[in-house]
Each structure stands twice: as C-alpha cells, then as structure tokens.
C-alpha cells in the first residue's frame, strides 16, 4: 500500500510545484506592467487623449472605445449563438442542418481574428457603410465571438438532464416553454462562462481592428457607436511601435487598464452566475 | 363501449432498433392495465407511445395507430401538447423542476396559461389526495428538492394529478423506492383508480398482480399475451409468459 500512496504524492508535489510556477509567472507579469505602468499613473492617464508627448498622452478614448466594443459584442452574439446553440440542440437535433450548420461553426472557431477583421472590413466597413467605426468593430468582433458562444453554449445546453425536458414535456409545456422555462435557466451558468471567455478574448484582440482602421490618435471620447473606432488594445499596439522609450510606460499602462476592464466584466458576470443558481435552487 | 386507449399493429423504431413489433392492445376504461416484461422489452416505449412522447427523440419512427377515446392520436389536428394533458405520465425518475413544491405541482396548469388562486386550490387538493398536504406541514413554498425520495415520486403523482388528466401513465414508478414508500405510492394507484384509467408498466410481478385488472407481458418489443390479470397470472397462455412469471426470464 505505501507504492502506490508514495507515488500518487509525488504527483502531487509535482502538480503544486506547476501550479506555484503558473501563479509566479502571472505575478510577474503583473508586477512588470504595473512597475512600467508606474511613470504613467496619475488620474489624467484614464481620461485624456493620445498624446504625441508621452508625459501627456492618456487612454480616454481608448478605453471608452473598448468599453463600446465589448458592449456591442456581448449584445450582437450573445443572443445570436444562444439562438443558434437552441435552434440545434433543441429545434434540430441529428438532422442534416444541424450536422452541417454546427461543423461550419466548430471549423470557424478555428479561423485566425485577423482573417475576420479582413472580412469585417468587407462587409461591415464597406459593404453596409460603417466605415471605420465601433460599430464595424463590435460586429467584427461579435462575428468573431460567436463560434465560440455556440459551441460552449451547445455543450451547456447538452448537458442539461434529459429528465428535465421530458418532465416538463410530460406535463403539456410547448418547446419553447421547455426551451424558455427549464433548459435555458439550468444552462445558464455554463453558458456565461464559455461567452465570458469568449469575450475576454475578443476584447484584447488588435489585429482585426487594426484591418478595419483602428485610430490610433483620438482627441474624444467616442460617444456613438458610429464614432471612430478606437480600443484599448490597438492604442497598445500604436504606442509600441514608437520609438521614444516614454511611450513603453503609457503603453504598460493601457495594458493595465485592458486587464482591468477584463477583470471587472469577469467579476460582473461571476456575480450574475451566482445569482441565477442562488436564484434557482 | 370504445376503449380509452386503442393501439393497433403500433410499431415504434429508434434508428434500425425496433422497440415495439406490430402491437395490438386495448385498454378499458376506468381500470389498470399493467405492462410487465423484462427490461428492454418496450414497456416504456409503449406507454410513451400513448402520449406522443416517443417522438421527441430524434431517429424515431412510429408506424400503426394510436386512439384515444376513438381518435387517431396522430390524426392532422390533434396536438401533442394537448394530448400529453390529457394522458398524464409519471415517469421512472422522480426529476424535479429545481423550485418551489408549490411551483412543481401547477407547473402543468400554468403551462397551459392558468393564473391566479385557482392554482392555489388546486394544490391543495393534489397534494392531499397523494398524502404529501400534511407531511409537508402546508409549507409548500419549500424546496422541492428536500423531500425525500417517495415524496418526491407522489409529487411527481400530484403534478400530473394537477392537469386533470383522464389517463394516468406510470411508467415504473416505484423501482427507485423502499418497500415502505412502495407501498404508499400503491395504495395511492389503487385509489387514483376511482377517476383515471391507469396503464402502469412495472417490473414487479406481484405489484402487476395486486395492483391490476389486466396485464400485458411485452418481451422483445413484442406484445406475448394480454389478459385479465388473475387468469394471466394463474393460467398463462403463452409458455413465454409461464417461464417469465416463474423468474426463468427476467
């Protein structure tokens, strides 16, 4: 008995040791872009626009354009792939359409964010005359999403008993009571957790909004979504293409402030998880 | 007098696996019918047959005809929703909507676009007809999910008891229970009896034998014999059902 015992504890100093190295590295780079971030901190860094002097360039428009963004995202393939997760777990199970319709999802998952921002431009920016804005962006964005929505959403829904369904089913409620009633709230907390990563990703993309015509010198704050496109990761982007060394600092600086959006949208929707499986149990 | 429940040469395919071969059986109003075999014989496909809910599984295919009260089941106007309140089915698993007890219990008038005190009423009287009005001391606001295991399934009972059904389907509604709760929930069948037919597929043989007026003996999908329950019992037709009977098959 004490072999295998010994072994199964060697696993798992090892695995600690992997997990310490994994919190360590997370650490480091925190400290490092908080440390280079440092110089650029003081509270006109949030509000004020891109500067050509380091010393007073600031994130305002950056950051209320990635705030745009990400909201446009979530509200364009939110509803549109958990549309599109119901429509083949629940309307079209193991028919033809849905083999070929969640294949085509599954394989555009796997599509590079810089062929989307190619498209985006394409279609959004020129095709219906968005131009370079948060608008284009958002939809960008959300086409960008969405794969990953359904096929977290699908799995969420997949994974909700069948017991449940053919209770309610049993007791005369239509599909869509079923659907509305019982399969959407129990999968509900799996589905915000596969779209929040989702949207963490797409929120620190550049690439495609980089395709699309991203400003990377704004002197306001974007208050439409038909304003010029501007984000937080693409404002990265131009500072560290600059030469003068200053500019390392407030580009660390908006790396933080991404982070930061990142973090609070996470904690938001850990919180709207909580409530719906406190809500109910 | 027509038979509540009438199928005939009711064939039900999964994909190329055929669940029931060409069964032909009558069910008679105000009495219980129980369905016995042994597992995979098509008990359950049987009685989901009865009320549409076969055909929510994809691949299915359902072949012969259905009739309740004289009407084809699968007849352009009628509706499965409206056919699955009016045939109620209790299944196997006790699965709970995770609410209230209240909320469980009307959950099948509410579907069907009922509101107000009525409701309120309703579960009052469900709940004492299947004994859970006092053992829940009239807190029925509670959590569903803290009764136990024979309470759950009589909740079950009520919440279909709730939609007024004329037809009780029971679908092996005791294996998951102790003798004691299995005893209860057959007292229950044996009173619900008054105002429902009732078709109840078991695994027990002695429960088919106390319980029933008339049993079926599916094996393989196939129906082997159908009869009033004490000559099936005591006089099998079908040496099939004599070796099932003894426990030769199970």
Redesign the interface.
């Known amino acids: 008995m004490r072999g295998p015992k010994h072994a199964r504890d060697g696993i798992g100093t090892a695995c600690g040791v992997v997990a310490a190295g994994v919190v360590a590295a997370f650490l480091t780079v925190a400290v490092v872009l908080a440390g280079q971030a440092w110089s650029a901190a003081d509270p006109g860094f949030l509000f004020d626009p891109s500067s050509r002097v380091a010393d007073r360039a600031g994130i305002g428009p950056a950051l209320t354009g990635t705030i745009w963004l990400l909201a446009l995202t979530v509200a364009l393939a939110l509803p549109v792939g958990i549309g599109t997760a119901v429509y083949l777990e629940e309307y079209a199970p193991r028919t033809g359409v849905a083999a070929v319709v969640g294949g085509l999802v599954a394989n555009l998952a796997g599509v590079p964010s810089v062929v989307y921002g190619v498209a985006g431009l394409a279609l959004f920016a020129r095709g219906l005359g968005m131009g370079a804005s948060l608008l284009a962006g958002g939809c960008t964005l959300a086409v960008l999403a969405l794969p990953t929505v359904v096929v977290t959403s699908r799995a969420a829904i997949r994974a909700v008993p069948r017991g449940l369904r053919e209770a309610a089913y049993g007791l005369g409620a239509t599909r869509w009571q079923v659907v509305r009633g019982q399969v959407l709230p129990a999968a509900a907390p799996g589905i915000v957790t596969g779209s929040c990563a989702a949207f963490t990703r797409t929120a620190g993309e550049a690439a495609p909004l980089l395709v699309l015509g991203a400003a990377a010198f704004m002197t306001f704050a974007p208050r439409t979504p038909a304003d010029p496109l501007a984000s937080l990761p693409t404002q990265v982007f131009a500072w560290s293409t600059r030469s003068q060394q200053d500019f390392a600092a407030v580009a660390a600086g908006a790396g933080v402030a991404l982070l930061l959006v990142l973090l609070v949208m996470n904690l938001a929707a850990r919180t709207i998880r909580g409530r719906m499986q406190g809500g109910s149990a | 007098m027509i038979p509540v429940l009438a199928a005939e040469d009711l064939t039900v395919r999964f994909g190329r696996r055929t669940a029931l071969a060409g069964v032909t059986l009558e069910v008679p109003r105000g009495r219980i019918v129980s369905v016995i075999g042994p597992s995979g014989g098509g008990k359950t496909t049987l009685l989901r047959a009865f009320?549409r809910?076969n055909e929510?599984k994809?691949?299915v295919t359902t072949t012969g005809t259905v009739r309740f009260n004289g009407v084809d089941l699968h007849g352009d106007e009628v509706d499965a929703?409206?056919v699955?309140?009016r045939i109620?089915?209790?299944?196997q698993?006790a699965?709970?909507?995770?609410?209230s007890i209240l909320d469980n219990v009307v959950?099948?008038p509410r579907?069907?676009g009922h509101t107000g005190d009525k409701l309120l009423e309703l579960a009052e009287e469900v709940l004492v007809a299947v004994g859970l009005w006092s053992e829940v001391g009239e807190d029925i606001d509670r959590?569903a999910?803290q009764l136990s295991a024979g309470q759950r399934q009589r909740l079950?009972i009520a919440?279909?008891l709730a939609?007024r059904p004329e037809v009780l389907l029971l679908d092996e509604p005791t294996s998951a229970l102790d003798p004691a709760a299995t005893a209860r929930i057959e007292s229950l069948v044996h009173s619900l009896k008054r105002d429902h037919t009732i078709v109840l597929a078991t695994h027990g043989r002695r429960q088919a034998a106390r319980l029933s007026d008339f049993t079926a003996y599916l094996a393989g999908g196939e129906l082997i014999e159908y009869g009033p329950t004490e000559s099936l019992f005591t006089n099998p037709r079908d040496r099939r059902t004599e070796s099932y009977l003894t426990g030769r098959i199970e």
């Open positions: 009320n809910m929510l994809p691949g929703v409206e699955r309140r109620g089915m209790v299944f698993q699965t709970l909507f995770p609410r959950f099948g579907a069907g959590p999910m079950c919440r279909t939609l």
